[in-house]
């Protein structure tokens, strides 16, 4: 991560909401904890240039949906920037596999908004084709050790995170947040549900799919609520 924010690869409109969070000495601790890592050799994963790859493929002006994950994929290849999304041609993780279960059960219907009759959703665990259409892809944590689940929380990324959720919260206007499983319900607990619309659900992971994720018709929903907000529907079967 660059030393100033003007050198972030950021985009414009999120490097202006943001501009002053960088400033904050917790940031400052955060970029010299992760330049010390990578001194020790240490395998980061996503690459510099993707820490960012949410807000760069949603500006803040077009944020309609916000899912929020916990941490980027711990394995080779995997992590891009994008929460529950890996790149094109990497085996779906287990949780992603459940989403698209959810999104084939939920949307495989023409008369639901947004909905197509064949349900196709390809094996591309790449949900680049998500993000933009105005769904923010927001991991919790940002950056992770190769292998080592969760070996960055706790060093500043929440708080960063807490302040995207907040700025959304109080820019934008008929905004959907998907929270599933705890992690992601306390980190939107702020949200006002006057102005926006909560759906919570269990993790998708296969630990807890069972218990609520599978039926909660997430999708569905959020495209009802855009189209009562005079907004068009997302396409959930536009991945990559």
Known sequence: MAARADRVRLEATWKTALADEFEQPYMQALRDFLAGEKQRRKVIYPPGSEIFAALDATPLPAVRVVIIGQDPYHGPNQAHGL???VR?????????????????????????????????????????????????????????????????????????????????????????????????????????????EVL??????????????????????ANRYLLAHGQPPIDWFETG
């Open 83 to 85: 929460c529950f999304s």
């Open 88 to 196: 094109p041609g990497v085996a779906l993780p287990p949780s992603l596999e459940n989403i698209f279960k959810e999104v084939r059960s939920d949307m495989t219907d023409p008369n639901v908004p947004g909905g197509r009759a064949d349900g196709r959703l390809g094996d591309n665990g790449s949900l680049l084709g998500w993000a933009r259409q105005g769904v923010l892809l927001l991991n919790a944590v940002l950056t992770v050790e190769r292998g080592r689940a969760g070996a960055h929380q706790g060093r500043g990324w929440e708080q960063f995170t807490d302040r995207i959720v907040e700025i959304i919260d109080r820019e934008r206007e008929h905004v959907v947040f998907m929270l599933w499983g705890s992690y992601a319900q306390k980190k939107g607990q702020r949200v006002d549900r006057r102005r926006h």
């Open 200 to 221: 919570t659900a269990p993790h998708p992971s296969p630990l807890s799919a069972h218990r609520g994720f599978f039926g909660c018709r997430h999708f569905s929903r």
